[in-house]
T-cell receptor, first 113, second 109 residues
């Protein structure tokens, strides 16, 4: 099956710093990909949709200047959490568009202290 | 807005007992429905999609357009079925997935 990796898998950062999360597809290409956030014991909430080479479309309530998405190629997208605060602590999951609901990354757990 | 409703948060069943997870969706066009499973410390993975009409790991789900439901069923639960289950819908014409809140299933040996 299709393989999607995320790096890092777990990161702790201090409040006010920025963190970059990479999402990479290893054996396929996709034009569109999605970033989700999952708080403990809650469902996945879509943050933004991005198409390769163009600006991301953010969901209502998600600050585009805080969550910077760069979809530079068909196999790589990055999410940068800028000026992180403790309330940004969450599990961030990427999904590449594909058949049968697409392909999910394993997720990145961000803890902001 | 696309909505997916999974009413029960936690479901505990004994091994060998039937399992049914309810999912209702908001009607809009011709959505595509999915069930995803997330085992402990693993990534989300696709379990079923309504188009394929197949049985995976003993689970089945039937799309009922009249009731706008896509309930997940398994006649005999196994311990390895303990996991989080998410119902999701994909709108027609786009690839955005809307997820339900999820059901945690605990199978008691």
């Amino acid at each position: 099956g299709a393989v999607v990796s995320q790096h890092p898998s777990w990161v702790i950062c201090k409040s006010g710093t920025s963190v970059k999360i990479e999402c990479r597809s290893l054996d396929f290409q996709a034009t569109t990909m999605f970033w989700y956030r999952q708080f403990p014991k809650q469902s996945l909430m879509l943050m933004a949709t991005s198409n390769e080479g163009s600006k991301a479309t953010y969901e209502q309530g998600v600050e585009k200047d805080k969550f910077l998405i760069n979809h530079a190629s068909l196999t790589l997208s990055t999410l940068t959490v800028t000026s992180a605060h403790p309330e940004d602590s969450s599990f961030y999951i990427c999904r590449f568009q594909g058949l049968a609901g697409g392909h999910f990354g394993p997720g990145t757990r961000l803890t902001v202290t | 807005a696309q909505r997916v409703t999974q009413p029960e948060k936690l479901l505990s069943v004994f091994k060998g007992a039937p399992v049914e997870l309810k999912c209702n969706y908001s009607y809009s066009g011709s959505p595509e429905l999915f069930w995803y499973v997330q085992y402990s410390r693993q990534r989300l993975q696709l379990l079923l999609r309504h188009i394929s009409r197949e049985s995976i790991k003993g689970f089945t789900a039937d799309l009922n357009k009249g009731e706008t439901s896509f309930h997940l069923k398994k006649p005999f639960a196994q311990e390895e079925d303990s996991a989080m289950y998410y119902c999701a819908r994909q709108g027609s014409g786009n690839n955005r997935l809307a997820f339900g809140k999820g059901n945690q299933v605990v199978v008691i040996p």
